[in-house]
């Protein structure tokens, strides 16, 4: 049925539109034979056609437009007959003599139009018959465009400032009349469209139809509820195709010249609001108020506010004034942000109170309104106050603080889109001031997010940390470092997980990383301050369970190396004697993380005898971190922290610390690192990390050496402990300190070294036949012999040098690999360059004979 009824509407469009250009020619043709008679009588049929009821909004206005091209034609007829002796007054008359009163009022306008161009009688006058004249046309489609029609032909023609239609008679409040009474005409017509019957076709169609088949009923849409609300949804989508015709006198309005600040406040104003609140519609009052704020300028919304907002309350309940009030505070924002000098002028009117105070009154007069309206509401105005009043952050604080009271009593929110705005609100301030710190001083700012979900305060505090990342925010005290620990909680500590939801992998560790790299925001230079901060971040990281340590403690531990690197080895505690990084702190901040379990028994012990020590603020800062570290879920990661804070407490000279510490690595070496090229890995960067520690005694050292060791004997594969065991040879010798220097166990750890490749060169020669596996073994030892050789180890003689030499030359494998006679090739050549250097080494070189 329904698209039966498009295909007759297109019939009926093309009737008429057939007839429209028949008479549209005959009119033409006694126009061109100067025959005004006839003119006049085409005209009037050509017009008849608009007189139908059939068509819908849209193609009414394709006849529409085909009349008022028509008319323009017919309008310059008439100017030529003035010219030519035609009395205008004869011809207003005589138009009037038309049959129906459809086509008459369209010759009248016409006429008019003609008749205000010739001057012979006063603009205003004419205007004002005109438009009275058009009140004889009731119907609201029909109404509707005569009335636009008569809008257009006399927007040139108004007696405005500076036209050539003003003179003593005629002012600029004739002009401003004329609109208003025809805009007010407009909208009665255009609201009365909402209560009008259906399309007479669609009335007799209903008529035949045989109601008592309930299929026939529902494929027509006519049964229960369905009937009522389709219509009520074609005359909207129809009415909104029409708004613009009523909304043209608003732009006319304001393109007078006239129309100053003065008369739009006092006139203009005051009767546009009163017809749109008298009006009692929705999609009238919403769209008209929209109007206003964008076709009249900037400076007359500023200059007005407490009118237009006034207006607002009375508006209906269910119209969406969001929408108005928000497209107005970005005007007004926008207007600001292009004239820095009128911000005075906000101030001086108390634009943020009258919008904060007409957005109160709003909410308060739609009891009803969605939690989702207060909330844009209140974003909209939160960005209009730091745009306009970027230095107040007391106005900022204040739209928070409406906010939480119109979200107070409604717990969490559970409407995503609401969510998402409350996400909007809170990132505006960090957008404007591209600082956290200027956010954290407000103080319903973590208020306000306490009425987000888990999901959603996570989002929020992943937007919080890109803006510090993004802006380079450094967060310098412990006070604000706190404040932004409660911000972000729900990236460090989130309730989904100990009540069993499941979070997303990635969205989890990506939020981690991001706490991760925030740490190395929060920074103070001064050693206390920083300390604080550190503290404050261990207790909270503590808080967040096992799966968030591995992202979040190792960065704290580097924070902290930094801190201590910062120190001097020597001197008074920073802290002074009142904070006495003292022997009872350390017992209070240590026994209370016992108490929690999160301390191995060891450090009881270390925490009793440094009880009576006087330890510096590295060392403190160092307890904190063997508190974190047993909580590490990654042993590879905790063992690597463990090295690293090693060398730290040798850089202050705790050595029971820094012994507690390997002892710590050496643990997990035992206990959780089982993969051999692990094993392999985490040996290298023992011996490498022990080599530079000078802060051991000569029992301590002796103990972890010999632990290293024994380490690399027993790894898996041969060529691995061979290399560990000659790396081990490095920890006997140390140039920059005497007191390790120890030839003789150099030696000792390279002939071991030798004997591994042998045995390895045996059991690969049983198993395969011949290997390159040993050649290059015993090429590397070639190699720490002249390190060591080099150095002047007695022990490390030349015959030892040369026997290695002859040794690799008679291995038969090597000529087989280019790899192995290459690297041994470049070796031979280091010893030749070294004897061309000549001095102490060149000759040391040269008593070697290869």
């Known amino acids: 049925m329904i698209a039966d009824g498009a295909e007759d509407e297109e019939k009926w469009l093309a009737a008429g539109a057939a007839a429209f250009k028949q008479n549209a020619f005959y009119m033409q043709r006694a126009i061109d034979s100067n025959n005004l008679k006839d003119a006049l009588k085409y005209s009037a049929q050509m017009l008849g056609e608009l007189r139908t009821s059939k ?5 009414y206005y394709d006849l529409y437009m085909r009349a008022f091209d028509e008319l323009r034609k017919l309008e310059i007829f008439f100017m030529e007959e003035t010219r030519r002796g035609c009395s205008v007054i004869e011809l207003y008359e005589l138009v009037q003599h038309a049959g129906n009163i459809l086509p008459r009022l369209y010759l009248l306008c016409t006429a008019g139009s003609v008749y205000i161009k010739t001057k012979e009688a006063p603009a205003k006058d004419i205007l004002k018959d005109l438009v009275e004249m058009c009140r004889g046309i009731q119907h609201p489609l029909r109404g509707l465009f005569l009335r636009s029609y008569l809008a257009q032909v006399s927007r040139d023609k108004l007696p405005d400032i500076g036209s050539e239609y003003e003179g003593d008679a005629d002012t600029v409040t004739d002009a401003v009349e004329f609109v208003l009474l025809n805009f007010t005409e407009m909208n009665k017509l255009w609201v009365r469209m909402q209560h009008q019957v259906s399309h007479d076709l669609c009335c007799i169609a209903c008529e035949s139809l045989p109601f008592d088949d309930p299929e026939l009923r529902l494929a027509v849409g006519l049964s229960g509820l369905q009937g009522p609300a389709r219509e009520k949804e074609r005359r909207e989508r129809e009415r909104s195709e029409l708004r613009d015709l009523v909304g043209k006198n608003l732009h006319v309005l304001s393109q007078l010249e006239g129309v100053d600040l003065d008369m739009y406040r006092d006139t203009v104003l005051p009767r546009v609001l009163e017809q749109i609140v008298n009006c009692r519609d929705e999609i009238a009052q919403i769209y008209l108020v929209d109007c206003i704020i964008q076709v009249f300028p900037d400076e007359y919304h500023l200059q007005t506010l407490d009118v237009l907002l006034g207006a607002c309350p009375q508006l209906q309940p269910s119209i969406d004034i969001m929408t108005v009030l928000s497209r107005l505070m970005e005007r007004l924002s926008s207007y600001a942000a292009l004239n820095v000098e ?10 943020f109170s009258k919008l904060n105070n007409a957005i109160g009154k709003v909410i308060e007069a739609q009891e009803d309104m969605p939690i989702l309206s207060a909330v844009t509401l209140y974003s909209s105005l939160l960005k209009f106050t730091l745009h306009v009043h970027p230095d107040r952050l007391d106005y ?18 559970d409407d995503s889109r609401a969510t998402k705005e409350i996400v909007t609100l809170l990132s505006a301030p960090l957008e404007k001031y591209n600082d956290v710190v200027t956010a954290l001083k407000l103080t319903n700012y973590p208020l306000v997010m306490e009425y987000l979900d888990n999901e959603t305060k996570r989002i929020m505090a992943t937007v919080i940390i890109r803006s510090i990342m993004k802006n380079n925010t450094l967060i310098a005290t412990a006070e604000k470092v706190e404040a932004l620990l409660e911000l972000i909680g729900g990236l460090i500590n989130d309730p989904d997980e100990s009540q069993g939801v499941e979070v997303d992998e990635d969205d989890f560790e990506e939020g981690q990383n991001s706490v991760a790299r925030l740490i190395h925001m929060l920074y103070n230079d001064d050693p206390e301050e920083m300390f604080k901060i550190i503290s404050i971040l261990k207790n909270h990281f503590l808080t967040g369970g096992p799966k968030r340590l591995k992202f979040t403690v190792p960065p704290l531990v580097v924070s902290a190396l930094k801190l201590i690197r910062r120190l001097p080895v020597e001197g008074d505690n920073p802290f002074g004697k009142e904070a006495s990084v003292s022997a009872t702190k350390i017992f209070q901040f240590l026994n209370q993380a016992i108490k929690l379990g999160q301390i191995p028994l060891v450090l009881n012990q270390l925490c009793y005898s440094l009880r009576f020590l006087s330890l510096s603020v590295g060392a403190f800062c160092l307890l904190q971190i063997i508190e974190a570290l047993p909580n590490v879920p990654s042993p590879d990661l905790a063992f690597r922290l463990y090295l690293q804070c090693a060398e730290a407490a040798n850089k202050c000279d705790e050595e029971p610390i820094a012994y507690e510490f390997f002892t710590q690595a050496y643990i997990l070496y035992e206990e959780e690192i089982s993969d051999s090229k692990a094993q392999v890995t985490a040996l290298q960067l023992i011996i490498g990390t022990l080599q530079r520690m000078h802060v051991f005694g000569v029992e301590n050292r002796d103990t972890l050496t010999h632990k290293a060791m024994g380490y690399s004997s027993k790894l898996l594969k041969k060529p691995d402990q061979c290399r560990a065991v000659y790396g081990c040879s490095h920890l006997f010798w140390l ?3 005497e007191a390790i220097q120890d030839g003789e166990r150099v030696l000792l750890c390279l002939k071991r070294a030798l004997k591994i490749a042998n045995s390895a060169q045996q059991m690969i020669s049983t198993a395969q036949g011949s290997s390159t596996v040993s050649v290059t073994l015993f090429i590397e030892m070639l190699n720490k012999y002249l390190y060591f050789y080099e150095k002047g180890i007695p022990q490390i003689t030349v015959e030892s040098v040369e026997s290695l030499i002859k040794l690799i030359k008679n291995e038969e494998p090597m000529a087989s690999d280019p790899s192995a006679e290459s690297f041994f090739a470049s070796t031979l050549r280091f010893m030749e360059f070294q004897k ?9 070189y040269e008593e070697i004979k290869v």
Do not use: N
Request: charged share 25%.
């Open 396 to 413: 900022a604080d204040q739209v928070l603080g409406s906010c939480i009271k119109q979200l107070s009593g409604k717990g969490k929110i």
């Open 342 to 351: 009128v911000l005075p002028y906000f101030l001086q009117v108390e634009a």
């Open 836 to 844: 061309q250097k000549g001095g102490a080494i060149g000759d040391r």
């Open 55 to 59: 068509l819908s909004p849209h193609k």
């Open 735 to 737: 140039e920059d300190h």
